[in-house]
């Protein structure tokens, strides 16, 4: 799928970005050749490989922070371009859809359906070296926000080179072949990938609430990535995934891929949050007891 082009890096950079403009326009041109005919699935994959492995190439010549909304809010130059590289090939190839994107693209389409982009996933992790980090999307119908349907979703870690697809009504797959068949695990006897912003550990209904749920589970990881962690319930690897206040594009292409394999997936207002849960049937529903009665 990959369709990156590959120069020397001579010309001067803009910004803070190791990629000058003209560089990843003739990138974003050089994709759009190869993949004005696909399908939206393998067009899908393709967007969310090439994302990934343009914010990778970027990390490697070295990048700039700068913070947003808190120290472990934070955005690169990496994000930026690979947001682009998106949005620019989608005004091409699906010029009728919508696009909501994390770094702020917002464009109506006349379609009814919107490609809801995290263009890199778990930003902090991946400023600071680590792996646990992806490009994700999903396509829905409706408002992208609460959308009337989930089309797919598609995500990729490029670590692992693994890219995982799927949808409700689309079996998940990883590297085209389907994820293993999802167990009803119980909440007692799997793990719970989540995460909670520390300030949030001195609001008591908070903190008490994110407490009864992790502790009805046989262990707790804190990774990082939304995306990234329901893959690995997608895929098995862990039976469930909750976090609260969660964004479009960090809620819906995992939730996608959850659904596809045969997960459950649910929003749960609790302790004045809205909290998104995802993973087996039986551990969703002793979250959903956990947050209620909490």
């Keep these: ?137 999903a396509l829905v119908e409706g408002d992208p926000n609460n959308p009337e349907k989930i089309i797919f979703g598609a995500v990729h870690r490029p670590a692992m080179g693994y890219t995982w697809f799927g949808g409700p009504e689309i079996p998940t797959t990883r590297d085209a072949q389907p994820v293993p068949e999802f167990k009803n695990t119980p909440a007692e006897r799997t793990v719970v990938a989540t995460y909670l912003h520390p300030p949030l550990f001195s609001v008591p209904e908070v903190r008490d609430a994110w407490i009864a749920v992790t502790g009805n589970f046989a262990t707790v990881r804190m990774l990082g990535s939304a995306s990234v962690d329901m893959a690995g319930v997608a895929s098995g690897e862990l039976g469930c995934w909750i976090q609260d206040s969660v964004a479009a594009w960090d809620w819906l292409p995992g939730r996608a891929l959850v659904e596809g394999a045969g997960g459950v997936a649910e929003q749960i207002e609790a302790a004045g949050k809205t909290w998104s849960v995802a993973g087996t049937e039986s551990a969703v529903a002793s979250v959903k007891a956990a947050l209620i009665g909490s």
């Design 1 to 137: 799928m990959e369709c990156m082009a590959k120069a020397k890096n001579t010309s001067t950079s803009t910004g803070n970005s190791p990629v000058p403009e003209e560089m990843l326009n003739a990138i974003i041109k050089t994709f759009i050749v190869a993949h004005v005919d696909d399908t939206d699935n393998h067009l899908a994959q393709a967007l969310v490989y090439n994302a990934a492995r343009l914010a990778w190439r970027m990390r490697a010549s070295g990048l700039e922070t700068e913070t947003k909304t808190s120290i472990s809010d934070v955005v690169t130059a990496a994000d930026r371009a690979a947001e682009k590289f998106i949005t620019d090939a989608l005004a091409t190839i699906r010029p009728e859809d919508g696009v909501l994107g994390e770094e702020g693209t917002r464009r109506e389409g006349t379609s009814g359906r919107t490609w809801v982009i995290d263009p890199v996933d778990g930003t902090y992790n991946f400023t600071t070296g680590s792996d646990y980090w992806c490009s994700a999307l």
